[in-house]
C-alpha cells in the first residue's frame, strides 16, 4: 500500500555556528526569497527560528547600537512571514549563551555547541526563554499560537537524562532532531545516530534516549528528520557545481580587492567544526572521498545541499519507506538552510513537481502535532 506522504518542508533559521555572516544575507533575503516560492506553489512553510541568536542581539542592544536594526529586522521578517500563513518553531543552537560582540559582525561563542552538555536548569531556561519569547512575538498576530516542535542545534538531542523530559514539561508535541545515520565526532560536535531504533516513521522515544522506542506511549513523541544514502553520481555532480561556484566567488571577491570596491555582505567562513576526527588534512581529505563517492553515505534530506537529481532520488527512498512502514499516513520531515542556498532553482523544482503528485501532500510543524493529537499520525512503540 502506497500511503500519503505528508511533507514538512522545514528551514532551521540561522547565521553560522560559529556566529559569523550578515543576518541580513544569510536569513532575511533568502527567506523572503523562499517564501515567494512557497506562496507561488501554495505550500506553507515551517521555519525553526534560532533563538539564541536573536535573545544576545536584543541583550546587547544597548552597548552596541547597530545590533539593534538587526534584531528589530528579525522580528519584523518573522511575524511578516507568519502572517503570510507559514509555520514558526523552535530551534535552539546554545553556544549563543554568555556570547562576545567584538564589533564589525564578530562574535565570540564561549558555548558549548551541545545543549546536552548543560545542567538541567540551564537547559530548561534556555527553552523557556526562547518558547515565551516566539509565543509572545507571535500571538499579537495570533493569539492561540504556541511552540510544538523543537529541533537541537547541531542534532545534538540523545542520549540525555533531562532534554525529552522537559520538553514534554513545556508542552512541546514532538522533537525532531534524530536523524538515523548520523554520526559526528569533531571539536564541537558529538553525536552517533548510526543504530536508530525507528528511521523514518514517528514513535514514542525512550525519555532518556531518543534513539530509541519505548514500550509505552510517552508524553512526547520523536519523528526523525529524514535521510537517505546512496546517490553517489549525483552527489559528484552536485559537488563539481559547487566547487564552480566558490570558484566563481573567489574571482569575485579578489577583483573587487583588487579594484578597491565595496566587499560584498558576509556569508560568513566555516571552521573545522563538522570534520571529523581523522579526516582531516590530504589522507583524511582521500578518505572522504572514497565514503562520498564509492562507499555511499548518509544524506540528510537537506534541500540546501541537494541538487534535483539527489531530491528526486531522496523521494524514491521515501515512497519506499513509507510503503515499507505500513502506515496509510506519514509525516516526513525535510530539512533546509536558508544560509546555505545560493541557488534557488533546485528547490523551486522539486516544489512544482513534487507537490503535486497524487501521494503527496504538504504540512506544516504545527498541523503535525494537531494531526499526532487526534490520531490522524499513527505513533508507533516498541513491539
Not at 7 to 13: E, G, H, K, N, R
Request: positive net charge.
Amino acid at each position: 500500500m502506497q500511503p500519503v506522504i505528508y511533507l514538512a518542508f522545514v528551514d532551521d533559521w540561522e547565521i553560522r555556528g560559529n556566529g559569523t555572516g550578515d543576518p541580513r544575507v544569510l536569513q532575511f533575503e533568502p527567506l523572503r526569497q523562499l517564501v515567494k516560492i512557497f506562496n507561488q506553489y501554495g505550500v506553507r512553510g515551517s521555519f525553526n527560528a534560532e533563538i539564541m541568536q536573536q535573545l544576545t542581539y536584543r541583550r546587547l542592544q544597548d552597548s552596541f547600537p547597530e545590533l539593534k536594526p538587526i534584531a528589530d529586522e528579525w522580528e519584523q521578517v518573522v511575524k511578516e512571514t507568519f502572517r503570510q500563513g507559514h509555520d514558526i518553531q523552535l530551534h535552539l543552537h546554545p553556544q549563543w549563551l554568555n556570547a562576545e560582540y567584538q564589533g564589525n559582525g564578530n562574535w565570540k561563542l564561549p558555548g558549548d555547541w551541545s545543549i546536552l552538555n548543560y545542567p538541567n536548569q540551564q537547559i530548561r531556561a534556555m527553552l523557556v526563554t526562547g518558547k515565551q519569547y516566539l509565543e509572545n512575538l507571535l500571538r499579537e498576530i495570533d493569539p492561540a499560537y504556541t511552540c510544538v516542535s523543537f529541533r537541537a542545534g547541531s542534532w545534538c538531542a540523545a542520549p540525555s537524562d533531562s532534554l525529552l523530559p522537559i520538553l514534554s514539561e513545556l508542552g512541546f508535541v514532538f522533537d525532531m532532531s534524530i536523524v538515523a545515520g548520523l554520526r559526528f565526532d569533531t571539536p564541537q560536535v558529538k553525536l552517533d545516530y548510526t543504530q536508530c531504533d525507528e528511521p523514518f516513521a514517528p514513535y514514542y522515544p525512550e525519555m532518556r534516549d531518543a534513539r530509541r522506542i519505548s514500550r509505552s506511549v510517552e508524553p512526547i513523541v520523536c519523528i526523525p528528520t529524514n535521510s537517505f544514502s546512496g546517490a553517489r553520481v549525483a552527489l559528484f555532480l552536485r559537488d563539481f557545481g559547487k566547487a564552480r561556484t566558490v570558484l566563481r566567488r573567489k574571482v569575485r571577491e579578489f577583483r573587487r580587492q583588487k579594484t578597491g570596491s565595496a566587499p560584498a555582505l558576509s556569508r560568513g567562513r566555516a571552521g573545522d567544526e563538522w570534520t571529523n576526527k581523522g579526516e582531516s588534512g590530504v589522507v583524511g581529505l582521500a578518505k572522504r572521498m572514497l565514503k562520498r563517492y564509492v562507499v555511499g553515505q548518509t544524506h540528510v534530506a537537506d534541500l540546501s545541499r541537494l541538487n534535483f537529481a539527489m531530491m528526486r532520488l531522496m523521494m524514491v527512498n521515501i515512497r519506499r519507506q513509507g510503503v515499507q512502514c505500513g502506515l496509510a499516513r506519514v509525516p516526513v520531515i525535510l530539512e533546509n538552510h536558508t544560509k546555505d542556498i545560493s541557488d534557488f532553482s533546485d528547490i523551486e523544482r522539486f516544489v512544482a513537481t513534487f507537490t503535486c503528485s497524487a501521494d503527496v501532500k504538504t504540512v506544516t510543524l504545527t498541523e503535525i502535532a494537531h494531526g499526532l493529537r487526534n490520531g490522524t499520525f499513527k505513533v508507533r512503540v516498541a513491539a
